[in-house]
C-alpha cells in the first residue's frame, strides 16, 4: 500500500538556516513501515485514524537542554563520603548521652570506575552502600542520562564516550557523587550521533544504512538496535539506551554508533529522528539536543523543541528530515 507523504520546510534560529522536512505518517502507514516489531511506546499507543497534517512550530534554538537540579559537580577525587541519616537508636543516644557505636564514614564511601571497552565504549561501576536505591545523574561531555543504584547501591552500565580522555561525573541529588575517567584509544575509529531528551516524549533515532529501506536489514533502531559486535566486524552501526526508562521524567540518551571507515562497501548512511504522537506527549512541546562526533572532530550540538499536534493524531509519527548530517562511507 503506498503511503502518503507531506512535507514542509521550517527555518531555525541556528547560525545557519536548516530546512527540515516534517512527514505525519497514519498508524496503518506506520505499520507498513515498521512491520510488526513494535517498541515499547508503540504498544502503549491508542490507535487512531488520522488525516494528515501540516505540523508547524518546530524550532531549532540556540538554548541550554533543560538539565535537572542537580548538581553537575564534585570532588575532584573519584570519591566522595556521605553521613548517613542518623537511626533512631542513634538520636536517642544523642539526646540521652549514652554511647552508641557511630557507622564508619569509610562504610559510605562512594567510588566509581571507567573501563575502555570495544567500540568506543566504556564500562562505568559506581559503588554507594549508603544510597541504595537512588537515581544518580551521569554527565559526559554534554550528555546526561539518570539512572538508579541497586538495593545495596551499586551500578553497572555500558555507555559511549564522546571524548579520548572521557570523564564521567555521577551526581546524587543530596550533592554526593563521585568522578571516573577512561582513555578511549578507539574514538577516532567510529561516528557517533546522540539524541538525549528529558521524559516520555517519543524521540527514536532511525538510520537507514547503504541504501536500505524501512524494516530492512540495514534499518538500525531501537526496535531492531544490533549490537556493538556490528561495529566491531564493519558490518554497520549499532544503537545503545542509557537512562532509566521506569523512572520519573527520566533524562535518556540514545545513540547511534557507525564504524568511521566501511572499506569494503560502499554506500552512506541516512539519519532521521522521528517522534511518535503518544498519551505522553501530545498537544505538549517537547526537547531534546543531538550531539554529532565524526571521528576525532569536536563535537556538533543542535536544541530541538517540536509542538506535537493534539491527541487526535494518537499513533502518528513525525519524521524529521536532514536535521542530522548524512553519514557517508569510505571505500576502496
Known sequence: MAYIKETVTAVGTLACALAIGYVMQSSEAASELYGNAK?????R??????SMLVVKDITLT????????????????NKATVEPAASAPAQASRETGSAVPEIEAAACEISA??????AAMVHLTL???CLPNERVTVHHNGMIFTQATSKTGTLSVDAPALAKTAVFVFAFSNGDGAV?????????DFGRVVLQWKGDTGFQIHALEFGSDYNGSGHVWS???RSMASAITGEGGFITMNGDLDAVE????????????MKSRDGGVTLTVEAEVIQANCGTEIEAKSFELRGDDQLVTQDLSLAVPDCNALGSFLVLNNLLQDMKVASN
Open 39 to 43: 517498541s515499547d511506546r508503540a504498544l
Open 45 to 50: 499507543s491508542l490507535d487512531a485514524e488520522t
Open 62 to 77: 540556540s538554548a541550554e537542554f533543560t538539565e535537572p537540579d542537580e548538581p553537575t559537580s564534585v570532588d575532584n577525587s
Open 113 to 118: 570506575k571507567a573501563r575502555p571497552m570495544a
Open 127 to 129: 559503588t554507594a552502600p
Open 180 to 188: 571516573a575517567q577512561a582513555k578511549v584509544e578507539d574514538l577516532e
Open 223 to 225: 526496535g531492531q538496535p
Open 250 to 261: 527520566p533524562l535518556v540518551a540514545e545513540v547511534y554508533t557507525f564504524p568511521a571507515d
